[in-house]
């Protein structure tokens, strides 16, 4: 009976430190996901200043949506909601924020199509004319050039 007492209170104290493993590990996903809002431009669990009130603020409001059960959107969401969305570190994935992921790569991908018909649009452009088509006399004024510089 002792037995199954010590055993059954063994596993509740490892499935707890275990739940508590996982917010943890979710309480440093989420907050490196976040800015902190005092202007020193430094992801919320690494702010440095020292007695900074609004990462601390911030990380008790973390803690404390992490206990209440949300997942990750929800309480990201929670925070643009009250700081804006500057607090992010990065953009969400989804609706309008898409677009921050995606530009840069057709930007970039618009640039080399570009430049590619432009370079090809030159090449074309100045075909090399036929050599007869360059000496011939039926030019005047290359002809008096020609004897005035002797050349």
């Not at 199954?4 to 943890?24: D, E, K, P």
């Not at 900074?52 to 973390?62: F, I, K, Q």
């Not at 898409?98 to 452009?125: D, Q, Y």
Request: proline share 5%; glycine share 8%; charged share 20%.
């Amino acid at each position: 009976m002792k037995l199954t007492r010590r055993l059954a209170q063994l596993i509740f104290i490892g499935a707890l430190a275990c739940s508590a493993l996982g917010v943890t590990d979710r309480f440093n996903d989420i907050g490196h996901k976040l800015m902190c809002p005092c202007g020193c431009a430094e992801v919320l669990l690494e702010c440095n200043h020292v007695g900074c009130r609004d990462s601390e603020t911030m990380r008790g409001e973390l803690a404390s949506q992490l206990n209440s059960g949300a997942s990750d959107r929800p309480i990201l969401n929670f925070f643009v909601a009250k700081y804006g969305p500057t607090v992010l570190a990065a953009p969400m994935r989804g609706g309008f924020d898409n677009v921050a992921w995606i530009m840069p790569f057709a930007v970039l991908l618009l640039a080399l199509i570009g430049t590619f018909l432009l370079v090809r649009k030159w090449r074309v452009r100045t075909v090399a004319a036929p050599p007869e088509a360059l000496n011939t006399a039926a030019d005047p004024l290359r002809e008096k050039i020609r004897k005035e510089t002797e050349y």
